[in-house]
């Protein structure tokens, strides 16, 4: 079993629909939440991150997390063609970043016009 | 625009050969990451670098090794290239170990070995 599971997609919406992403991991040691955004051929960009569980929101964008199911979430609100992209999750133990990033496989998410 | 970049975006190379690949952090930021991408294995944990020092390392290959250098840029060396090794290797920066969980990537190099 992967530490981080995350289903590959593609995952296919129309525009304006919320998105629904998640993650599952198996670790209760990770501590640090994040999610990126990754276009085809390009660097990863940080798009939210959150310490342990609950909720936190920026612009369209909200993560949460559920540390007691081991489950992390992000809704992307009014989704637009241009957040057609693969999202990844990625989490740490230590905010100190000594264990570095393990990754999800990572969504591709598609948004129709 | 991350803040971070990294040369050359591409490399093409035989089996065997070595390379070296280099990462300028963002502005201020002590702590260097890199990362391999494959489509098999996603995005993976190579190594940190805090401030020249190795400090954390992930599943890096005996075969691959990392440095930083005093003005903070870092080259991660890549020898006895085999066909597995082909994949995208990103740089990630962060500012100190307190914010480790906000790292920043570079655009990756892309390498092919032939």
């Known amino acids: 079993q992967k530490e981080v599971e995350q289903d590959p997609g593609p995952l296919s919406v129309p525009e304006g629909a919320i998105v629904s992403l998640n993650c599952t991991y198996s670790n209760s040691a990770f501590q640090y939440f994040m999610w990126y955004r990754q276009y085809s051929r390009k660097g990863p960009e940080l798009l939210m991150y959150t310490y342990s569980s609950g909720n936190k929101e920026d612009g369209r964008f909200t993560a949460q997390v559920d540390k007691s199911s081991k489950y992390i979430s992000l809704f992307i609100r009014d989704s637009q063609p241009s957040d057609s992209a693969t999202y990844l999750c990625?989490?740490?133990?230590?905010?100190?970043?000594?264990?570095?990033?393990?990754f999800g496989k990572g969504t591709h998410l598609i948004i129709q016009p | 625009d991350s803040g971070v970049t990294q040369t050359p975006k591409h490399l093409i190379t035989a089996t065997g050969q070595r390379v070296t690949l280099r990462c300028s952090p963002r502005s201020g930021d002590l702590s260097v990451y890199w990362y391999q991408q494959s489509l098999d294995q996603g995005l993976q944990f190579l190594i940190q670098y805090y401030n020249g020092e190795e400090r954390a390392k992930g599943n890096i290959l005996e075969r691959f090794s990392a440095q930083q250098f005093p003005d903070l840029h870092s080259e991660l060396n890549l020898s006895s290239l085999e066909l597995g090794d082909s994949a995208l290797y990103f740089c990630a920066s962060s500012g100190s170990p307190g914010s480790g969980e906000t790292q920043y990537f570079g655009p990756g190099t892309r390498l092919l070995v032939l």
């Open positions: 990625a989490m740490t133990k230590s905010g100190g970043g000594a264990d570095g990033l393990t």
